[in-house]
């Protein structure tokens, strides 16, 4: 146990640095992520069969195996973060599109109609009214993408995009059991403290709405 | 394109025996992923405590990334087939075991009044009753824990499990992108035909809900 902690007081330069990374990594990927699934929600809105055409294949898409996605990729894109980003931001799309569109659809029609009834014009609606009521359904999407993305990100090692899947692939090459434990209990503890801070917000953002 | 047909003529035996190899690790994970998480599911159902337990344990290790629950067992059981094993059967019980709970406790109370109205003794409302009703929810449970367990199986190949990640390794290694493309390729493939697999299956189990549409 000592030794664990040992191993890790004196490389804890090297584990931050890699746990920075993991952070950017995690930030870049989730901006891109929000951005890409607001315009494919705006595109698809209209027909709710386009909607559920969609979904099956973004739920597709998520259920393919990331490091098959990285390969096919690598041809294009090369090694690297590029690869990595266009793969997080593909999976992320199946979590929060639809976490968007159920949230979207979970609003009461009733409001809307209100809403117009009110003068509102349609961008009025989607922001003022939907947005706000769809959000607890939104953060919960967000949450789970961040989540998700924390895990694929540690595999993005692999082709060269950093994080903290390096510490853990360059453990296993060396068989350095500590730097293998260390490494494995930072990346279990960097998901663990993420889902709490996003649960809190969730619940911060949904107790402000509800008031 | 060449390279692929390359690679077939010259590597043929090589590849049938990587997808038994990514087979045979899933499927063995599955099982025992099974075995463990529809019982001890069942049990969660009957008792508030077990339940609070096994749920709060099972969504720590649903938010953990599998590449730290593969790699945490190397220094442990060392490299090979045990340890991808113990992983994927590790990262396959958290879905199974919260949907199973899930579904058994989800049984109307009202109709498991009625089957016991009818006479129904405790064995047959188990299985007559909250078997069929359960089970959706529970195969939904077994259809996610098997797409997470051939992905991380396409990894385990980095632990010396076998399987059509060593593809992918290979060609990472070498900068080979027809080994890359070939790979990914077939671990897509794999992973998509199992899904397909099971929601047909899924179908199978429950036609009465499907016959409706």
Request: net charge positive; charged share 10%; proline share 4%.
């Amino acid at each position: 146990m000592g030794d664990f902690v040992a191993y890790w007081a004196s490389h804890q330069d090297k584990f931050m640095a890699a746990l920075g990374e993991h952070l950017v990594i995690m930030g870049v990927v989730l901006a891109w992520s929000l951005a890409v699934a607001a315009l494919v929600t705006l595109a698809i809105r209209r027909s709710r069969r386009v909607e559920g055409a969609v979904l099956q294949v973004l739920g597709a898409l998520y259920s393919v195996p990331s490091l098959a996605l990285f390969s096919l990729l690598i041809p294009l894109t090369g090694l690297g973060l590029t690869s990595a980003t266009i793969v997080m931001v593909a999976y992320n799309q199946f979590l929060l599109v639809r976490n968007i569109v159920e949230g979207l659809n979970g609003v009461d029609p009733g409001v809307v109609e209100a809403a117009t009834g009110m003068g509102m014009s349609p961008m009025q609606v989607l922001l003022r009214v939907e947005l706000p009521l769809a959000f607890p359904v939104i953060m919960a999407g967000i949450r789970l993408a961040a989540i998700s993305t924390i895990g694929i990100a540690t595999i993005a090692a692999t082709i060269n995009a950093g994080g903290l899947g390096t510490i853990l692939f360059s453990g296993l090459r060396t068989m350095n059991v500590y730097k293998i434990v260390d490494g494995t209990v930072l990346c279990a503890a960097v998901a663990l403290v993420a889902d709490v801070v996003l649960k809190g917000i969730e619940k911060l953002v949904t107790k402000r709405i509800s008031r | 394109m060449q390279d692929v047909i390359a690679y077939f003529s010259t590597h043929g035996a090589d590849y049938i025996q990587m997808v038994l190899e990514h087979l045979n690790v899933s499927i063995l994970s599955l099982a025992v992923a099974i075995l463990v998480a529809v019982p001890l599911g069942i049990a969660c159902s009957r008792s508030p405590l077990l339940e609070k337990i096994s749920v709060g344990v099972s969504g720590i290790l649903r938010i953990i990334p599998s590449l730290a629950v593969l790699v945490v067992c190397v220094p442990i059981l060392g490299t090979g087939v045990l340890p991808a094993v113990v992983a994927l059967t590790v990262l396959a019980i958290p879905p199974i075991l919260i949907n199973t709970a899930l579904g058994f406790r989800s049984v109307p109370v009202d109709v498991l009044e009625a089957a016991r109205g009818m006479g129904m003794d405790e064995r047959l409302v188990f299985f007559k009753i909250k078997v069929p009703l359960a089970f959706p929810v529970s195969f939904a449970g077994i259809r996610t824990a098997a797409s997470e367990v051939v992905a991380s199986a396409t990894l385990a190949a980095y632990i010396g499990a076998g399987g059509l990640g060593q593809i992918i390794f290979t060609g990472l290694g070498l900068m080979r992108t027809d080994l890359l493309v070939i790979g990914g390729a077939s671990v897509a493939a794999l992973s998509l035909l199992v899904g397909m697999l099971l929601s047909a299956i899924d179908r199978r189990m429950r036609p009465y809900e499907f016959a409706k549409q």
